[in-house]
């Protein structure tokens, strides 16, 4: 079992940044591929950014160039580096854990955390 924990959320301005952490307890953290994904109201949850455990990353077409995702095995921490944030960038995000390889489907995880609300005012 691996339990996720998500912080960093907050109200920002458009254009401005935001850092999500995600720290994981339980299991090795390294041999788990790490994802990030949102959920805005009234939509499904869609994917972000995702990291193997290799370090080897890939991002949603509408935040490539914005966003960076990261992970510190030392720490079991992943992040979610948020630039030039926009207002449709607001939604729930929520760290994900997959024993295999990375993927852009919420069904490739194993394991997910509780959230937390990122808000980007106009």
């Known amino acids: 079992q691996v339990q996720l924990v998500e912080s960093g959320g907050g109200l920002v301005q458009a254009g401005g940044s935001l850092r999500l952490s995600c720290v994981a307890s339980g299991r090795t953290f390294s041999s788990y591929a790490m994802g990030w994904f949102r959920q805005a109201p009234g939509k499904e949850r869609e994917f972000v950014a995702a990291i193997s455990r290799t370090g080897g990353t890939v991002y949603a077409d509408s935040v490539k160039g914005r966003f960076t995702i990261s992970r510190d095995n030392a720490k079991n921490t992943v992040y979610l580096q948020m630039n030039s944030l926009k207002p449709e960038d607001t939604a729930v995000y929520y760290c994900?854990?997959?024993?295999?390889?990375?993927?852009?489907?919420?069904?490739?995880?194993?394991?997910w955390g509780q959230g937390t609300q990122v808000t980007v005012s106009s």
């Open positions: 994900a854990a997959n024993e295999g390889s990375i993927g852009r489907r919420v069904s490739t995880y194993d394991y």
